[in-house]
């Protein structure tokens, strides 16, 4: 069964600064891999997506991810961080668009605090 | 700009009422997957569909809670009879089989 796991529940970020958030991930072949951004009150928003070919993906409001096979890994990056960016983010994966396998395994979610 | 919307926002009821909490998925897609997310779970899959079929409701407590497609353009999430530990924020998701999925902005639900 997949699984994603996010270590850290909680980071704190100055305005302007590089952002990473870590994401491993289980599964035993290629899998699909998702972040997602929840705003206090909201539901996710998708904000990037692997699905095969290019490592590195870029996404909405200025974020990347680079998928790591060797180190089943999948973290999120942002060059500048803005006071908007704070959020919950959460990493999933999933086991692709076969027949019955649409659902995704959510992580426990990483909550960003922005400070000025 | 399509999205999914989902009513009500808010519920507040007391414990054996029925809670009915519905959602319309983005025109055209084909799957829709309902969500409880909590403080101390998280992000827990309940149910989802393809094609209005439901496919796996494996994360739903069978005896009291239950989920429908009565159309293309509507999905329910019925809880009969609530008890406080139902109290959490109802999400629903559409998507096209792709494995990406659309959130609704949920349905917070409080039983007393």
């Known amino acids: 069964a997949q699984s994603v796991t996010q270590p850290d529940i909680h980071i704190t970020v100055s305005e302007g600064a590089s952002l990473e958030l870590r994401c491993n991930y289980s599964?035993?072949?290629?899998?699909?891999l998702f972040w997602y951004v929840q705003s206090p009150g909201q539901g996710l928003q998708l904000l990037l997506k692997?699905?095969?070919?290019?490592?590195l993906v870029q996404g909405i409001k200025g974020f990347e991810a680079e998928f790591k096979r060797s180190q089943s890994s999948f973290n999120l990056r942002k060059p500048s961080v803005h006071w908007s960016d704070a959020a919950e983010y959460f990493c999933?994966?999933?086991?692709?668009?076969?027949?019955?396998?649409?659902?995704?395994?959510f992580g426990t979610g990483t909550r960003l605090t922005i400070i000025p | 700009d399509a999205r999914v919307t989902q009513t009500p926002r808010d519920k507040v009821t007391e414990m054996g009422q029925e809670v009915t909490m519905r959602c319309q998925p983005i025109?055209?897609?084909?799957?829709v997957f309902w969500y409880r997310q909590t403080m101390m779970q998280g992000l827990e899959l309940l149910a989802y569909f393809r094609n209005r079929a439901p496919l796996d409701d494996s994360g739903m407590p069978k005896d009291r809670f239950s989920a429908e497609m009565p159309d293309a353009t509507l999905a329910t999430l019925k809880i009969q009879p609530s008890e406080p530990r139902d109290s959490a924020v109802y999400f629903c998701a559409s998507g096209l089989g792709t494995g990406e999925q659309y959130f609704g902005p949920g349905t917070r639900l409080t039983v007393t």
């Open positions: 025109l055209g897609h084909n799957t």
């Open positions: 999933a994966v999933g086991a692709g668009s076969n027949f019955g396998n649409e659902k995704l395994t």
């Open positions: 599964y035993g072949a290629t899998p699909y």
């Open positions: 692997y699905f095969s070919g290019d490592t």
